[in-house]
């Protein structure tokens, strides 16, 4: 859909999009600009401490790199 026409009825592209939840391609010049997709609610709630497991935290900062190399870090 070229970008002037979208500009003219989006307000009716919208509604269609939600309703047919079939994306709509825009085009300024032939060229796709975006896309209008609908909005899909996500199934995933976020769980506090989910990643915790996932770093490895060091009690001292310097000794892994070496007095040398962390003092050139700085």
Not at 57 to 73: H, M, N, R
């Amino acid at each position: 859909m070229a970008i002037s026409e979208f500009k003219a009825q989006a307000l009716r592209v919208l509604n269609e999009v939600a309703q047919s939840q079939e994306p709509v391609v825009i085009t300024k010049r032939g060229r796709p600009l975006a896309q209008v997709v609908a909005f899909q609610k996500s199934g995933m709630k976020p769980k506090p401490g989910q990643l915790a497991d996932a770093f490895v935290f060091e009690k001292d900062i310097v000794t892994p790199l070496g007095e040398a190399l962390w003092e050139a870090c700085q």
